[in-house]
T-cell receptor, first 112, second 113 residues
């Protein structure tokens, strides 16, 4: 099954800066999901964007989806030290098992 | 809602011993997933259930691994016998539909000596 690939693998920024992470995939999707994982904890769902949607917002988070380029981006605006975590995208393939497949994640460090 | 509950949170055992990990999904969720996470291999899907029935166990690494879901509110993942390479964090997740948002438990950190 396909797997979303996050880019970059690691990102280090200063508090207050914006952080952008990207996810690319190979086949048609039903939806794409972003999750956050703080060190030593389980994954927490952030945003689900469906294939017919182009952009979604949640607080300081903005997710875009470009199905023609088979890519999605997660933007965290005005980052805080508490945003330090790993961020994963999960893709749900159209016509497949309809089970999300997770990428390897982007490790984000926000320096105070 | 208490969320997905996993027990134990930490487990240290010796090679060859049987290990049983437990999971209580969120009430009303009809999908349950077991994952393993390591630095080397990332997050791997081991098996998932729909309405208590195992649907895909192709991610289960070996016959030493087995999973059951006797009812809608309980699942176990068993490793027998355990080996040092099984050391990882094991997550259980549930969802109200296969393609929908997954809700993860806190994980069980397993160390096999």
């Amino acid at each position: 099954s396909q797997q979303g690939e996050e880019d970059p693998q690691a990102l280090s920024i200063q508090e207050g800066e914006n952080a952008t992470m990207n996810c690319s995939y190979k086949t048609s999707i039903n939806n794409l999901q972003w999750y956050r994982q703080n060190s030593g904890r389980g994954l927490v769902h952030l945003i689900l964007i469906r294939s017919n949607e182009r952009e979604k917002h949640s607080g300081r988070l903005r997710v875009t989806l470009d199905t023609s380029k088979k890519s999605s981006s997660l933007l965290i605006t005005a980052s805080r030290a508490a945003d330090t975590a790993s961020y994963f995208c999960a893709t749900v393939e159209s016509g497949g098992s309809y089970i999300p497949t997770f990428g390897r994640g982007t490790s984000l460090i926000v320096h105070p | 809602d208490a969320g997905v509950i996993q027990s134990p949170r930490h487990e240290v055992t010796e090679m060859g011993q049987e290990v049983t990990l437990r999971c209580k999904p969120i009430s009303g969720h009809d999908y349950l997933f077991w994952y393993r996470q390591t630095m080397m291999r990332g997050l791997e899907l081991l098996i998932y259930f729909n309405n208590n029935v195992p649907i895909d166990d192709s991610g289960m690494p070996e016959d030493r691994f087995s999973a059951k879901m006797p009812n809608a509110s309980f699942s176990t993942l068993k490793i027998q016998p355990s080996e040092p390479r099984d050391s990882a964090v094991y997550f259980c997740a549930s969802s109200p539909g296969g393609k929908e948002t997954q809700y993860f438990g806190p994980g069980t950190r397993l160390l096999v000596l």
